[in-house]
Nanobody, 114 residues
């Protein structure tokens, strides 16, 4: 499975972005999928994920501002990010965990100006 992430860019504080992660190949038997991010000089952190039953979870920093959505018909996952803050600046990576391995997208940069 290959993942193509896009949607990053430059936005002013308080603005919104929607990240997309399109999968080529079957992800029908996924166990979890989601988004990590890595800010400069920091470790990669989980932002949001969704499991095969549709349950979602969010980092405390993302709760109330970010929404993860899976569109099974399009084989695509989205991360809607609202009320963006400078501390959200990072490269965002999508992943899909299957029964046998995990696939990663290439990362998309989100920059928030204050």
């Amino acid at each position: 499975v290959q993942l193509q992430a896009c949607g990053g860019g430059l936005v002013q504080a308080g603005g919104s972005l929607r990240l997309s992660c399109a999968a080529s190949g079957s992800i029908f038997l996924f166990t979890a999928m989601g988004w990590y991010r890595q800010a400069p000089g920091k470790q990669r952190e989980l932002v949001a994920d969704i499991d095969s039953s549709g349950r979602t979870s969010y980092a405390d920093s993302a709760k109330g501002r970010f929404t993860i959505v899976r569109d099974a018909a399009k084989n695509t996952m989205y991360l809607q990010m609202n009320s963006l803050k400078p501390e959200d600046i990072a490269v965002y990576y999508c992943y899909v965990r299957l029964r046998t391995d995990t696939s990663w997208g290439q990362g998309t940069l989100v920059t928030v100006s204050s």
